[in-house]
């Protein structure tokens, strides 16, 4: 569990070993309360303790029960005290603690076969829940998106106080924001692999002298491009319940209140909008990769057709010839040409003759044309 106190242009990170009932709200700040699953599983007596201490208010049990959940969808939530969000990030999301060790990993699932861009589609939620004063959040085991966030915001408050351009989240519900949309960039950086990936694979499927035998993991493409498209719209929905119900938020009475409610406004539509984003691409994925999948089988039969053209036409131009060595090859004994010197020369010159006008004629049919490639 790691305790952060923002207080203004300043962040401070609590020790370790600090008791929650030793917590207490910054005068002009807020708190970052940062645990992992398990760690909120056995400690949730402490935290809701702590919760009712700082603020007087702890978390209803059905929203415990959705922040302790590996296999819940985005979605948003809300109380008159506090909002509820959960998000998923792009992670693995298997690994396990031990109970009786929270803060340790205890074993992780086998990786997910195929390239490695797609190992990397899997996903896990994150927890936030919401007070004036308090920002919860519930991570994965060995989270890097808290961590890399964490690191980031130490980073902007060493910065503030050099630099009087940098700002610090002014609230809880700011600092949410900042974190999702550090997860929705993770998104926006896997589109750029996956769109490499797949553009190598419709190269490989487009040239016609190659054989394709990648079917297994295109398949498995087309499936995760599916599930990322679920889990974008289910985003999507969880952005949009968050952006309709800070606009019924009371307005603030200070204009530095008003502008930071602005401020969270705009940031929460320009998460909205990376979002959109993701799943725009993703669809565009889906069509992409069932177009070249379409193309192969349309190149590959567009091939046999020349093939079995050249076939049929050389099938055409022998047929007269193996109906001229039939006649010559009966057996009767008054057959004309058949016991004159010449008649073998005779008969040659036929099929040759008879030979090239059908090449000839095929030719000028463009039977035998080959298509540019």
Known sequence: MRIFTVNGSSVAESDAQTPLDKLRLPEAGYLWIACGRREFEVMQAQIQAALQSLCGMQLVDLHISDLLSNQLPSHYDYTSQYDILVFRRLAAGSTETDLAQPGLPLHRLPARGGPPILRRI??????????????????????GVRDAYAAKLLSAASAASHAAGARLPGSPADLMMRIVNHMVDGYLELRRELTHQLDHWQTE???????????????????????????CEDQRSAVQDWVEAIK??????????????ELLHVRSRDVLEHIERVVHHVRRLEQSAETAVQMHFNAQSHRTNEIMRTLTVLTAIFLPLNLIAGIFGMNFDFIPLLHQSNGFWFAMVLMLLTAVGLVVFFWRKRYLEHSGR
Do not use: M, Y
């Not at 899997?122 to 989270?143: E, K, M, N, R, Y």
């Open 205 to 231: 499927l487009l040239k016609p002298r190659t054989r394709f035998n990648n079917w297994g993991a295109l398949l498995d493409a087309r499936l995760t491009l599916h599930h990322l498209d679920e889990i």
């Open 248 to 261: 019924t938020w009371p307005d603030a009475e200070t204009p530095t209140g008003q502008r930071e409610h």
């Open 122 to 143: 899997d996903t896990s939620p994150v927890g936030f829940a919401v007070f004036d004063h308090i920002l919860l959040t519930v991570h994965p085991t060995d989270c």
